[in-house]
């Protein structure tokens, strides 16, 4: 509670005194309520988990000035279902804030429902000439391939958290400075729910038609870090990647720490069709206890693999204008295990979409198949 009121302090100092003429010129509202009822099962024979999502998202953003923009979004979700019924484990789960302000609160929590509020963006956005300052709860996006992003230190995602399209942020300084069109240097500095800092810095230019970087600095109270990343194209086909590397302060002068690789590549058809594939190798790869961390938000950079080889590749295809197909899957050769995952989406009216996913994990330990199927279909409305 005292973090969180330190971090209100923070932002009402940062908010400048407005005078009549200094008020917001606008506010914008925006977001999306969704409905999803989601099946869990590893064969049609055996018994079916079932659950329902309500999800709400609200985003304000308002414009006090050309320099000073603030910015406010919540995620109000109401969880009922099996998972709920099963205990107060998934409650805590869902509830829990990885941040170093507790910003998610089960409002409501019984035995056969929860509803948590998570404010997963509030932030203050200076900006003056060629540098720019944001301040509070904010995506702070260093990556540049489309499926693992080793060089996203600050925020890392998952691949099958799919009904998070905003991601997760970091409470965190960020300052930005640009010194030119094509170039620029980056400073952030993140704390979390344990007080382990990352900090580090990026810089960004353009070569060969290439947008390079290199990043470096310390990882969650741990580790150095070091990095390099690159996107660009290759004739009609877009070649992207990314390295990094995690060296532990207390291992320093061995050869212990973590590596993370991977390349990708990606087209774009006439048709609007999309195709891409991606690679990616890690020297330590991460031993996954816990399934639900690739649905909650709470993962590491260095939880991106759990293979040390692992591959990707999907096609997307847009039936009609309104009507898009897709198939996604992945290779885990360490595992003897893969993933498949088709989906679809439909416009049932502007602003309106249906969509229908399904997601299969299938590994192999000696004697033993190990598979779990989750299905998931959506309504959606974005106001």
Do not use: C
Request: charge should be neutral; aromatic fraction near 18%; hydrophobic fraction near 40%.
């Amino acid at each position: 509670m005292k973090r969180l009121w330190i971090f209100i302090l923070l932002i009402v100092t940062l908010y400048p005194s407005l005078s009549a003429q200094d008020k917001p010129r606008f506010i914008s509202i925006s977001g999306y309520i969704s409905t999803m009822q989601s099946v869990m099962f590893d064969s049609l024979s055996g018994p079916f988990v079932n659950d329902n999502l309500i999800h709400n998202r609200l985003n304000f953003k308002g414009y006090i000035n050309e320099n000073i923009t603030f910015a406010a979004e919540f995620r109000n979700r109401l969880f009922t279902g099996d998972m709920v019924k099963s205990g107060n484990s998934y409650s805590r789960q869902i509830g829990s804030d990885q941040g170093w302000v507790d910003l998610s609160w089960n409002i409501l929590n019984k035995q056969s429902f929860f509803l948590n509020t998570t404010i997963d963006r509030v932030w203050m956005d200076f900006n003056y000439g060629k540098f720019q300052t944001r301040v509070g709860r904010q995506r702070i996006n260093w990556g540049q391939t489309l499926v693992w992003n080793p060089n996203d230190i600050f925020n890392a995602y998952s691949f099958f958290d799919f009904d998070y399209i905003e991601r997760p942020g970091s409470d965190a300084v960020r300052i930005q400075y640009y010194p030119n069109s094509s170039s620029a240097f980056e400073v952030a500095v993140k704390e979390d729910h344990n007080d382990n800092l990352t900090a580090a810095g990026l810089y960004r230019f353009n070569k060969w038609g290439y947008d390079i970087q290199f990043l470096g600095g310390y990882f969650k109270g741990e580790d150095v870090v070091a990095g390099a990343g690159w996107s660009g194209s290759a004739g009609s086909v877009s070649f992207r990647g990314e390295a990094t590397w995690f060296q532990s302060v207390k291992h320093f002068s061995d050869s212990t720490g973590t590596g993370i690789f991977t390349i990708g590549f990606d087209k774009t058809f006439k048709n609007n069709a999309l195709a891409q594939v991606q690679f990616m190798y890690s020297t330590n790869p991460f031993s996954m206890s816990n399934f639900g961390s690739l649905y909650t938000g709470n993962m590491s950079t260095k939880d991106l693999a759990f293979s040390r080889f692992s591959s990707f590749g999907q096609i997307s295809y847009p039936l009609t204008p309104l009507f898009n197909m897709s198939v996604s899957a992945m290779w885990f050769p360490d595992l003897k295990g893969y993933f498949a995952g088709p989906s679809m989406d439909y416009s049932l009216a502007e602003n309106v979409d249906f969509s229908l996913f399904w997601q299969h994990f299938e590994t192999r330990s000696g004697h033993i198949t190990n598979r779990i199927n989750l299905g998931f279909l959506r309504v959606k409305v974005s106001f």
